[in-house]
Each structure stands twice: as C-alpha cells, then as structure tokens.
C-alpha cells in the first residue's frame, strides 16, 4: 500500500510550550508538555484532519479557524461540498464556500478533501423531482466533472460516493440506484476519476463494525478492482460512542479493507457521551426522536461534563489511537467530524438541543484530556 503523508510538504505552525495563540475574543492554548501541534506529531503515521463547517470556511469563526491550521494537516468540508449548496437548481452551481474552502486549505499546506459528490442526503431537490433516468445521469455526469474538473489537482481526495448500503450488506435503494442502475457505483467512480486522474478516489460509509455491512462494501470494491476502476480507500466514518464499537470490531474494519490493498481512513470521528437508550447506532440522519427533545434524562450534562466521563472519554480516544497507531501501515487518514464541541452535529442528533462532549476542543476552544492524551501517545 503506497502512504500518502510524503506527497505534500507541510509547514505546520509549532505550538510551543505553553504558548497562546491570540484569537478574535479569547484565548486558545496549548497546555501540553510538548512543542508540537497534534498532526506534527502524527505526521509519519496518517495525516490527522477536521471537518470544518461554514463560519470556519469563512473567517466569521477565527477560534477554530487557528485550532485547524495549528492541530490538524488536513480538511473536510462539513456541508458547504454537498450537492443542495453546490448545484441547487439544474446547472446553476454556487462555488463561493467552496473556492474559499480550498483557498484555505491550500494557503496552509493541507490535505484537502472533497465530501461528497453523491449522496442520496443533502441532495438539490431537482434530483429528486428529475423523472427520466437520462436527464438524472446527465445531471450526475455535469456535476461530477464541473465540480472535480474545477478542483483538479487542489482537492486531493474525493468521498465519490457516501452512504450507499443499508445494514445488511445490501444497496440502499436510493434515488442514484433507481435512476441509474446497480451499477452505478461504478460508473461514477469511472466519472471521477475522469475528471482528475490524480485525486484519492473513496467510499464512505458509517457501521462499517457491522460484518454484514462491511461484506457488502467489500464486495463492491472487489467488483471495482476485478474490472480496472479506480478505487484508493474506503473511508470509515466512526460515529461512535464509550462503549462501542469495541476495539476488536474496529480492529477487523482495518484488517478487511487492508486485506484489499485500499487505504483505510477515520473519515468522521467522534465520540457521544449521551445516552442513546434506543440502540440507535450509525448516523442514518433522516431518523426522527422530536419526542426525546427537552427530556432531561437524555440530556443529562447540560452544564458540564462530570470528570468521570470526561476521563472515560479521553481513555476511549486513547484506546482507539493505541489501535491506530499499531496499524499505521494501512491508515492514511483519521479525521475528526468537528472542532469543538459546541459546533458539532452531535448536539442536534438524534435529538436537538442536547449538549454533546464529542470532539477534543471543549465550549471554550481549549484541549480536553482527550487532546493530552492523544498528544502524549507519540514520542517526541
Ligand atoms: O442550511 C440551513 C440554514 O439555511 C438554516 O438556517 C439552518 C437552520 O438549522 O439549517 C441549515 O442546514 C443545516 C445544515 O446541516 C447546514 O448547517 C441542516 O439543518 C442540518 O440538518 C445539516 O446537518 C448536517 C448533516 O450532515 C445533514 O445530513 C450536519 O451539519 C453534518 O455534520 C452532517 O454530516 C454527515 C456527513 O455529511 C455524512 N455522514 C454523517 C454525517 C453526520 O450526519
């Protein structure tokens, strides 16, 4: 498996000890005992990225803004890539956050990722009003070659296709698969990879710890592989919470897709520390729990992580980086799904309003114990 953390040379900003960084209206610093930023660390083992949403992309959020041009070597546009902003109606496509997302990216030496050119959520409403299949694959074709063509050679990684099996190994029965086929997979990977031979091609998906799941993934890249079309990775979204996965399934999430000679990525992690008493698991967005909202019981730190769980947390990012760093081999990427905690989706999902834990930047943008930790498992 060919790495890519040589293919870019990266100026990363040292964090020295103890030192501020001044920001717009407080302070974010980094209290550890090292003089490197946590992708300095990481930068011979995988490159380590964060999703960054609309007010970091542009500039109205400059606290996080200096958390992922310090800590991370690598970004992901948490929504403003997604079809509904791109191409809202039939070839009227709105680039403004997404040049500045990449803008970005490249004024700070990045691994710059694409999220997503097809996803059956956060679709332009047309597509799902488009009747005939040639108009809709007409429709698919302009926007994967307008929008990888316009990034050619700038976004080095795309998630081609997002979320495309249900649990059971089987296709989802999206509007993609009713309109162009079984085979459509394929055949967009084949588009991409058109648009710019270069780019890092990926399939993303989140429970890829369920064997069935993870089966029918496989199988899909084996079928892409038989028949010459480009695939490099399969990105494992990690959506995950204290408890589980266990190390053991995520283990063997590595050990499968390696086994195929794709790269593996962390394409979407965090950590919930709410309680889910419906064994809801995976991040199916559409799932509906309005009746949860304002009950206290599902909603129990809202002033405050107790210590506990706190120390909990920081152990479990421990115990999965422990896990990352033994196969360093085969991980090109883990990238967090958020900065800090205030800004993630995990606050509004499944249940809205709640106050979530998951990242490793608390309300204030300084470092939780799980930033420590992950920071002190390399040596210096
Ligand atoms: O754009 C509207 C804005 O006009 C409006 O004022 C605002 C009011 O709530 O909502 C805005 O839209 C929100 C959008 O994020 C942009 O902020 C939607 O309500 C909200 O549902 C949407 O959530 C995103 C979710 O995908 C939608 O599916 C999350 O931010 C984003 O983190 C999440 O990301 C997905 C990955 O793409 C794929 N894997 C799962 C992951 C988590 O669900």
Not at 178 to 204: H, R, S, W
Not at 233 to 259: F, T, V
Not at 326 to 336: A, E, G, L, M, P
């Amino acid at each position: 498996m060919i790495k890519k953390i040589g293919r870019f040379t990266f100026t990363v900003i040292t964090v020295a000890t103890v030192s501020i960084l001044s920001c717009a209206n407080g302070l974010y610093k980094s209290n550890t005992d090292t003089t490197d930023s946590l992708s300095d660390k990481y930068k011979d083992l995988f490159h380590l990225g964060a999703a960054i949403n609309e007010d970091i992309i542009m500039g109205r959020d400059s606290q996080s803004k200096n958390i992922v041009t310090s800590e991370f070597n690598s970004i992901t546009p948490e929504n403003s890539l997604k079809w509904m902003y791109l191409q809202p109606f039939p070839n009227k496509f709105n680039f403004g956050a997404a040049d500045k997302y990449v803008e970005l990216g490249k004024k700070n030496n990045m691994h710059i990722v694409g999220h997503a050119l097809v996803w059956h959520n956060q679709l332009a409403d047309f597509m799902k009003t488009t009747v005939s299949p040639d108009e809709f694959t007409n429709h698919v074709e302009n926007h994967i070659n307008t929008v990888v063509s316009r990034y050619k050679g700038e976004i080095h990684a795309w998630d081609v296709v997002n979320e495309a099996f249900n649990e059971d190994g089987s296709l989802r029965p999206s509007v993609f698969k009713k309109q162009m086929g079984d085979n459509y997979i394929e055949d967009v990977f084949k588009l991409a990879e058109t648009a710019d031979p270069d780019a890092d091609l990926i399939y993303n998906d989140y429970n890829l710890y369920k064997p069935a799941k993870l089966a029918g993934v496989l199988k899909m890249v084996k079928r892409l592989q038989a028949n010459g079309t480009k695939i490099n990775a399969i990105g494992a979204q990690a959506h995950w919470r204290l408890n589980s996965p266990s190390l053991d399934e995520i283990e063997q999430i590595i050990l499968h897709i390696s086994e195929l000679g794709v790269e593996v990525m962390f394409t979407e992690l965090d950590i919930t520390v709410l309680p889910n008493p419906w064994e809801l698991v995976g991040a199916e967005v559409t799932q509906n729990f309005s009746k949860f909202e304002g009950d206290p019981k599902m909603d129990p730190y809202p002033k405050g992580l107790p210590k506990s769980v706190e120390k909990q947390l920081a152990k479990r990012y421990e115990d999965i980086f422990k896990l990352f760093v033994k196969h360093q081999d085969k991980i090109s990427r883990v990238t967090f799904w958020g900065v800090m905690d205030k800004h993630s989706w995990l606050n509004d999902w499944p249940i809205n309003g709640r106050t979530n834990y998951p990242l490793l930047f608390d309300r204030n943008y300084q470092p939780k114990k799980a930033y420590n930790k992950l920071i002190n498992l390399i040596g210096n």
